[in-house]
C-alpha cells in the first residue's frame, strides 16, 4: 500500500508540474497575444492618425491656395479697372501697364501650381478664362498714348472676372 501511495503522489507530482508547465506556455501565450494585440492597434492608430492629418491638411492647403487666388484676381481685377477708368496719363501709365502684366504672369503660374482639386476639364477653363481676362484687360489700345476711359473694358474684366470664380469655388471647401 505504501507504494501504491508513493506511485500516487509521484503521479500527482507529475501532474502538477504538467498542469504548471501548461500555466506557463498559456501565460506566455497570453503575453504575446496581448503584445502583439498592443502593437498592432498602436500601429493602426497611428496610421490612422496620420491619414487624418493629412487629409485635414490637403483641405486647409487647398482652401488657402483657392482664397490667395481669389485674393489675386481681385487685386488683378481692380488694376484692370481702374487702369480702363480713365484717359491715357503719362505719369502713372507705365506703372500700372507694368502691374497688369506681371499680375497677369502670377496668375497665369498660380493657375497652373495652385492646388485647387480642379478636374482636368475645369483646369483648362480656368486657363482659358485667364487668357481671356488678360485679352481683354490689354486688348485694344492698351499701351496707346490715345487711349480713352472705357466703360465697355471694364465691364469685359468683371465679366471674365465673375465667370472664374465659380470655377474655383466649386470644389475648394470639400
Known amino acids: 500500500m505504501d507504494k501504491e501511495l508513493l506511485q500516487a503522489l509521484i503521479m500527482q507530482g507529475e501532474s502538477i508540474k504538467i498542469l504548471m508547465t501548461s500555466a506557463e506556455k498559456n501565460l506566455h501565450l497570453r503575453f504575446t497575444y496581448l503584445a502583439a494585440t498592443s502593437l498592432l492597434s498602436t500601429a493602426l492608430g497611428a496610421f490612422l492618425a ?6 485635414s491638411h490637403r483641405k486647409r492647403v487647398k ?13 488683378f ?9 480713365k484717359d491715357h496719363d503719362g505719369s502713372c501709365n507705365l506703372v500700372d501697364e507694368a502691374k497688369i502684366k506681371a ?12 492646388k ?8 483648362e477653363k480656368l486657363n ?35 465667370d472664374i470664380m465659380p470655377l474655383l469655388i466649386e470644389n475648394s471647401f470639400d
Not at 77 to 85: A, G, H, K, V
Not at 116 to 123: D, E, Q, S
Not at 138 to 161: L, N
Request: charged letters at 25%.
Open 103 to 114: 499680375g497677369h504672369k502670377l496668375l497665369r503660374q498660380y493657375a497652373e501650381h495652385g
Open 116 to 123: 485647387f482639386n480642379l478636374t482636368v476639364a475645369n483646369k
Open 63 to 75: 482652401s488657402e491656395s483657392v482664397k490667395l487666388f481669389i485674393e489675386l484676381i481681385g487685386k
Open 128 to 162: 482659358r478664362q485667364i487668357s481671356l481676362l488678360f485679352d481683354a484687360a490689354t486688348g485694344g489700345d492698351f499701351e496707346s498714348s490715345a487711349r480713352k476711359a472705357s466703360r465697355q473694358k471694364m465691364q469685359k474684366v468683371a465679366m471674365i472676372t465673375a
Open 77 to 85: 481685377e481692380t488694376q484692370c479697372l481702374e487702369y480702363w477708368s
Open 50 to 55: 496620420y491619414k487624418i492629418s493629412n487629409l
